[in-house]
């Protein structure tokens, strides 16, 4: 009987700052806060001028970090009537079109910022407001999707919030916490500005040579390759096609940087053999032209590609660097969109980009493009892999400092 006995597990994190002790507090969000909602203010009342406002979609498309420090919309609306902020408040889109984009928890730390209608309001009562918007984004996140109801409209009312459990310590532990994950969101941030200013000059750099060839010698798009073509997806209802696979299956995700040099799914021959899929050799093209059009990659081993991505073997003419910037032009692009075909999914055939035309220069020109380019990338291939780590860091500090 001894031995079955429940051990009741101390109610504090995995990681902690010394000189702090004591089990963390247990209570539902709406007995330490006051929750409520905001006041409709709609995009045609925004303006350059006026009083600071916050709108609900701006919570996960333009505000990146837990801690709103600057409001990006301003209204000139009369703020009589309307709610503003106190330092410290917590909010959360009341509405949108998924479960998790809605479970997004930012705290506003200036006053009288204007808050639209579909954001909920969680006001604390002697609490850190910036220590629960990271509790409420890390390890509460899904267990605020869950309380979201709807289905292409997604709405996340304040009573359900109020039940949502939190664990809490005194509140200088949590000023410690939501201090040392603040300043990690601003080295991220001042990363995010590196990474940006090395995709322009790589662009810059890029466009400027790409229209100096166009006054060239210029050949047909299909006069580039050797062999094209989009993949295919086996039926996913059967298991022989995925089990075990060993074959590389590229889907859209996968095509994040320069290089391919890892993939999450995998297919089997038998799934190749009973789909429009084929490998791809090495050192080849991977390009999205379906849904989300212009993601693009450099194969560096064989693989296969869902349908909506293309695999493009280069001529022996052509090296795979120079073919890969020239398609990452803004030239390529607008050439691409406008043939791009409206339907269940926006589309660019590949008999339609065969008729693009391509600046060709000699190999030993296309050499010294893409080892220019090519340096500058590699500095911002390194800079998003610090990028990363810090994410990840992060990540795990979200998942080690909370309950």
């Not at 701006?58 to 970090?65: F, M, V």
């Amino acid at each position: 009987m001894g031995d079955n006995k429940k051990q009741n597990k101390p109610n504090v994190p995995n990681l902690r700052f010394p000189g702090f002790s004591g089990e963390w507090e247990t209570s539902e969000l709406g007995k330490i806060s006051l929750i409520s909602k905001g006041v409709g203010i709609s995009k045609e009342q925004r303006s350059a001028e006026g009083s600071p406002c916050i709108l609900y979609g701006e919570l996960y498309t333009t505000y990146t970090t837990e801690i709103i420090e600057e409001v990006c919309s301003k209204t000139d609306l009369d703020t009589n009537g309307l709610v503003k902020s106190k330092a410290n408040d917590v909010i959360i889109p009341a509405s949108g079109e998924t479960a998790i984009d809605i479970s997004t928890a930012r705290c506003v730390i200036n006053n009288n910022v204007l808050l639209g209608g579909d954001l909920n309001i969680i006001r604390l009562n002697n609490h850190d407001g910036k220590f629960f918007s990271y509790q409420l984004n890390g390890v509460r996140k899904i267990a605020i999707a869950k309380v979201a109801q709807g289905v292409s409209i997604v709405h996340l009312h304040g009573d359900a919030l109020s039940h949502i459990t939190v664990h809490y310590p005194s509140h200088l532990e949590q000023e410690k916490i939501s201090s040392l994950l603040h300043l990690i969101d601003r080295r991220i941030a001042t990363q995010n500005k590196v990474i940006e200013k090395y995709e322009s000059l790589i662009k810059a750099i890029n466009d400027s040579v790409i229209s100096r060839l166009l006054k060239g010698r210029v050949v047909s798009f299909k006069d580039l390759y050797v062999e094209a073509g989009e993949g295919g997806t086996p039926s996913t209802s059967e298991h022989s096609y995925y089990k075990n696979g060993s074959i590389p299956f590229i889907k859209i995700d996968d095509l994040s940087g320069k290089y391919l040099t890892i993939n999450k799914d995998f297919i089997t021959e038998l799934g190749v053999q009973k789909s429009s899929a084929w490998v791809v050799p090495e050192n080849s093209i991977i390009y999205s032209n379906g849904a989300t059009i212009g993601a693009i990659s450099i194969s560096t081993y064989p693989v296969c590609t869902k349908q909506g991505i293309l695999g493009i073997v280069p001529i022996s003419d052509v090296r795979t660097e120079y073919l890969y910037y020239f398609m990452s032009s803004s030239y390529f692009n607008k050439q691409v969109q406008r043939i791009v075909t409206e339907g269940t999914m926006k589309t660019a055939y590949l008999k339609d980009i065969n008729l693009i035309k391509c600046p060709l220069p000699t190999i030993d020109d296309q050499d010294k493009i893409a080892y220019g380019l090519s340096s500058i990338s590699s500095k911002l291939e390194l800079e998003k892999q610090l990028r990363n780590k810090l994410l990840s860091t992060k990540k795990y500090l979200l998942q080690v400092l909370f309950i």
